[in-house]
């Protein structure tokens, strides 16, 4: 299972080198809707998986659900950087985490109550939403890039990812970070669901483990668009990122479940405050990247997708070795040590390499 879901991010990964030079001249609009039919291909093909549960149907699945994500992520980020004003970028970031998460909040009690009536109640449930998100789309009259060309011979992995090297150079603060997030956020989807089982056998209120995760960025994001944070995003960002990984640590001091629900519900808010302030630092880039600007998305997009397939393994390794628990105490010392170093080595201005960007074809 975890070879399965951890092909879907080589996936992303693959589709974040090519996706800068094929998707270049790319509307946003047709990113959401190549993204709709992606996320219907990936139903069906579940569909069919719970009559033919063959390996090859689930990797074909996730070959679908990873080009969708990237597609997802491109359109966000192109709408974000050439639509939203510089001093609004954080807390639009804060309002898309608030329907996200509460996607995956609500969304497991919804399949429960769906798949008890049957697996087509589900998939019926699902078309459901994407019909009406294409209408949406359909009635949207604004786009906010030029008209689609897509020119395959242009496509180089190799070339792009030299670009993201040459980016790389001049972003690696935020870099760290995205990994750092990325690191705990698989985290959680893997070692925690197994941590929320076992917690549940013990008492009820294990079951919340996981699900206060993604409890705090529901309403956080609201009020971090209050703030209107314009200025030291990125210090913010590591401040917020050391004190998600004491109270991450703090798991280790007492094995309560009230304890260590108290410490993931308090070290997810400072999570829920770092991503869109980090989202809003990438944005802010991609503003400034001008026509080259997919190259920034891929770079950042793949960051997510990097720590999906560095993580889990090392974190497996760490379980067997000191259990559940403790996997997440040390994550956070980890965290928290590293957060503390790119507080005092980050830049107060990222400055890309402008004059080789415009070299670049």
């Excluded at 150079?169 to 935020?174: D, F, L, N, Q, T």
Aim: glycine share 8%.
């Amino acid at each position: 299972m975890g070879l399965i879901i951890s092909f879907q991010s080589v996936v992303g990964f693959a589709s974040d080198l090519i996706f800068p030079t094929l998707l270049k001249n790319t509307r946003v609009k047709h990113l959401v809707f190549w993204a709709i039919l992606m996320l219907a291909l990936t139903s069906f093909f579940l569909l069919g998986s719970a009559e033919k549960p063959f390996v090859a149907i689930f990797l074909v699945t996730m070959v679908l659900w990873g080009v969708y994500y990237e597609l997802v992520s491109f359109a966000n980020y192109q709408f974000m950087g050439s639509t939203v004003p510089p001093h609004m970028r954080s807390g639009a970031w804060g309002i898309t985490g608030v329907f996200l998460n509460l996607a995956y909040f609500l969304g497991p009690l919804a399949a429960t109550l769906l798949l008890l009536k049957g697996n087509m109640f589900v998939e019926v449930a699902l078309l459901s939403f994407l019909i009406i998100a294409f209408l949406l789309l359909n009635f949207s009259k604004k786009t906010h890039s030029p008209p689609t060309q897509i020119d395959i011979s242009q496509v180089n992995p190799w070339n792009e990812f030299r670009h993201w090297l040459t980016l790389g150079r001049a972003i690696w603060p935020v870099i760290i970070i995205s990994l750092l997030l990325g690191f705990i956020d698989s985290t959680y989807w893997t070692t925690g669901a197994v941590w929320t089982e076992k917690l549940a056998a013990k008492d009820a209120l294990g079951g919340l483990f996981l699900p206060l995760y993604q409890f705090p960025p529901i309403f956080l994001g609201l009020i971090i668009a209050k703030w209107g944070i314009y200025k030291g995003k990125k210090i913010l960002t590591e401040k917020f990122l050391i004190v998600a990984g004491l109270f991450l640590t703090g798991l280790a001091f007492h094995d309560s479940i009230l304890w260590q629900l108290a410490m993931v519900l308090l070290s997810s808010a400072a999570i829920a405050v770092c991503r869109p302030l980090l989202e809003g630092v990438y944005t802010d880039i991609v503003a400034r990247m001008g026509r080259e600007k997919k190259d920034m998305i891929g770079l950042t997009s793949s960051m997510v997708n990097a720590s999906y397939i560095i993580w889990p393994p090392i974190a497996g390794v760490i379980t067997a070795k000191v259990g559940e628990r403790l996997t997440f105490s040390y994550l956070g010392a980890g965290v928290a040590i590293v957060a503390i170093i790119l507080l005092f080595v980050t830049p107060k201005k990222l400055r890309l390499p402008q004059e080789e960007i415009k070299t670049w074809q």
